[in-house]
């Protein structure tokens, strides 16, 4: 009865470890980063997947991410209402408000920053370590 019990899972924060393209100190400037899902967790998992809590206090928030590529598909997913962020594409510059979704394909250039508010932030990666 216990065959699958494994791929049931307990998140963890992230906090003591690194994150490929990230500054850390930066990072965790706006709230508890928890990792769900990645290989470490369940193995074979083939997507990692984060939730950032956020609060931005005062300002703007910090620049926490360079612009990088992957090679797999990624998706950032603001799904309530309280967040306002930009995102840069390609040589695209987007501010958006949550809730909203950015897909970003393999290969595309891309960076994130909070600019202001409280919210969640879920990244989803379709690989699955992103240390």
Same mark, same amino acid.
């Given at each position: 009865? %216990? &065959?699958?019990?494994?791929?049931?899972?307990?998140?963890? *924060?992230? &906090? *003591?470890?690194?994150? *490929?393209?990230? %500054?850390?100190?930066?990072?965790?400037?706006?709230?508890?980063?928890i990792s769900f899902l990645n290989r470490e967790m369940?193995?074979?998992?083939d997507l990692n997947i984060f939730v950032h809590h956020?609060?931005?206090?005062?300002?703007?928030?910090p620049d926490y991410v360079d612009v990088h590529t992957?090679?797999? %598909?990624?998706?950032?997913?603001?799904?309530?209402? =309280?967040?306002?962020?930009?995102?840069?594409?390609?040589?695209?510059?987007?501010?958006? *408000? %949550?809730?909203?979704?950015?897909?970003?394909?393999?290969?595309?250039?891309?960076?994130?920053?909070?600019?202001?508010?409280?919210?969640?932030?879920?990244?989803?990666?379709?690989?699955?370590?992103? =240390?």
């Amino acid at each position: 009865m %216990s &065959k699958y019990k494994n791929l049931i899972v307990k998140p963890f *924060d992230w &906090k *003591d470890r690194d994150l *490929d393209f990230h %500054s850390m100190g930066q990072l965790a400037e706006l709230g508890p980063l928890i990792s769900f899902l990645n290989r470490e967790m369940v193995e074979g998992a083939d997507l990692n997947i984060f939730v950032h809590h956020i609060e931005v206090k005062g300002g703007t928030g910090p620049d926490y991410v360079d612009v990088h590529t992957h090679d797999v %598909s990624q998706a950032y997913v603001f799904p309530e209402p =309280g967040l306002t962020f930009e995102v840069i594409l390609g040589e695209e510059t987007y501010t958006a *408000d %949550s809730p909203a979704t950015v897909f970003i394909p393999p290969g595309l250039k891309h960076n994130l920053k909070i600019l202001k508010g409280k919210g969640i932030e879920v990244c989803i990666l379709r690989k699955g370590w992103y =240390g």
